[in-house]
């Protein structure tokens, strides 16, 4: 079957701009998690969500960031403001118990 | 912060050697997963060990497991060029069935053919 899919693969924005990266978790995947990669780093978790509902967004690093699941599939991660400070790859993850898929990832850069 | 650790930082070994990575953690977990991430893409799931387990196979992988010393190893045989890629670990220590990860900072491993 399909795995996790996220769009876009690469995004290019100028500073102060808003951006929203979308992520389709496997079909029946309960769980679905959101990362932050920066260069040359693991992925650092950002937000949780099983379902609709966000259980954890304890590692959103500012009240810039905005994660939600509305429907209990597909998942949007949403950036105010974009700071230099937020170029990376934002990688998504859906699971059903142990195991994460991951998507692709969406390569922010901000300009 | 990033719960694990990889050592080496970079690994740069023969087609048909053995590679053996580490990495330390610092609070107790639920399991520990490694995976590997090929330049620009996305990371691919290798192996999960429970923390009641202390050593899994799967295929030429094998990963141990010390909880009393917060380590853990994966050892690929017979490396290919093809296992060019970065390798992480990553633990799950939720206290509420989240299950979110904590990666460490990974391993770059070169595999000259």
């Known amino acids: 079957g399909a795995g996790v899919s996220q769009s876009p693969r690469y995004k290019v924005a100028k500073r102060g701009q808003d951006v929203a990266l979308r992520c389709d978790p496997i079909?029946?995947?309960?769980?679905l998690f959101w990362y932050q990669q920066a260069l040359g780093q693991g992925p650092e978790f950002l937000t949780y969500?099983?379902?609709?509902?966000?259980?954890?967004k304890s590692g959103l690093p500012s009240d810039r960031f905005f994660a939600e699941r509305p429907e209990g599939s597909v998942s949007t991660l949403k950036i105010q403001r974009t700071q230099q400070e937020d170029s990376a790859v934002y990688l998504c993850a859906s699971s059903l118990r142990d195991m994460q898929y991951f998507g692709p990832g969406t390569r922010l850069t901000v300009l | 912060s990033q719960q694990g650790e990889e050592d080496p930082q970079a690994l740069s070994i023969q087609e048909g050697e053995n590679a053996t990575m580490n990495c330390s953690y610092k609070t107790s977990i639920n399991n520990l997963q490694w995976y590997r991430q090929n330049s620009g893409r996305g990371l691919v799931h290798l192996i999960l060990?429970?923390?009641?387990?202390r050593e899994k196979h799967s295929g030429r992988l094998r990963v141990t497991l010390d909880t009393s010393k917060k380590s853990s190893s994966l050892l690929i045989t017979a490396s290919r060029a093809a296992d060019t890629a970065s390798y992480f670990c990553a633990t799950d220590a939720s206290r509420t069935g989240a299950n979110n990860l904590f990666f460490g900072t990974g391993t770059r491993l070169t595999v000259i053919p």
């Open positions: 060990i429970r923390s009641n387990e």
């Open positions: 079909s029946g995947h309960v769980s």
């Open positions: 969500f099983q379902n609709e509902a966000q259980l954890d």
